[in-house]
């Protein structure tokens, strides 16, 4: 079974400046896609960023990109000059390609992120 | 565009109460899903539904059950609420076109069970 994990449960970051986030999973499937999923204190889940495994260019959305390893089986979220509203705990989440049955989708436990003014 | 709605937001019952959880979703997604989240473990699959008609187990399905009712609609029933069931719980759709198409999420239903 496919596991995913985040290995800092908490971080902090003085707004402007540029934090990482980990992620590691483990699989043996050689196609899959991987997200970071943000949930603020509101509790809604939002997606930020995806990124296919054959895809050897890092993905990027605005002040969000990743750092992917196909090989180390890593998967870093970066975010540059951090925002207050960048406040929120980051998920990071394995999916295989889709399959009738489609139970595709595992989550790492998280990491809180704080953005400090 | 309403996306995926959960009702209720929040609910208090005691041990032994049942209740039912209602999501529904508007994007026209074939497949839907039911985690809880609690501290420290991230979010876990309870029951998804590949497709309208078809339901299955995910993680952690003990003591609960679900029904797909249409197209639209992936309820989940507590039978029996026990304190071990306190959590937060997520209903998500996809669509299955697309390999790379994420979940998109409802806003959560925070249950307490005393």
């Known amino acids: 079974a496919q596991t995913v994990t985040q290995s800092q449960p908490e971080m902090s970051v003085q707004e402007a400046e540029t934090v990482t986030l980990s992620c590691t999973y483990d699989t043996s499937e050689n196609n899959y896609y991987l997200f970071w999923y943000k949930q603020p204190p509101s509790r809604q889940m939002i997606l930020v960023i995806r990124q296919e495994a054959y895809k050897q260019q890092n993905a990027t959305e605005n002040r969000f990109s990743v750092n992917f390893q196909k090989a180390a089986k890593s998967f870093s979220l970066k975010i540059s000059d951090s925002q207050l509203g960048d406040t929120a705990m980051y998920f990071c989440?394995?999916?295989?390609?889709?399959?009738?049955?489609?139970?595709?989708?595992?989550f790492g436990a998280g990491t809180r992120l704080t953005v400090k003014p | 565009n309403a996306g995926v709605t959960q009702t209720p937001k929040f609910q208090v019952l005691k041990t032994g109460q049942s209740m039912t959880l209602q999501c529904a979703q508007d994007?026209?997604?074939?497949?839907m899903y039911w985690y809880r989240q609690d501290p420290g473990m991230g979010l876990r699959l309870i029951y998804y539904s590949a497709s309208e008609g078809t339901t299955d187990k995910g993680e952690v399905p003990n003591g609960y059950n679900v029904s797909r009712l249409n197209k639209r609609e992936f309820s989940l029933r507590l039978e029996s609420a026990a304190p071990s069931q306190t959590s937060v719980y997520f209903c998500a759709s996809r669509i299955i076109q697309g390999n790379n198409q994420p979940q998109h999420f409802g806003d959560g239903t925070r249950l307490s069970i005393l």
């Open positions: 994007m026209n997604h074939n497949s």
């Open positions: 989440a394995f999916m295989k390609p889709v399959t009738y049955n489609n139970n595709d989708m595992r």
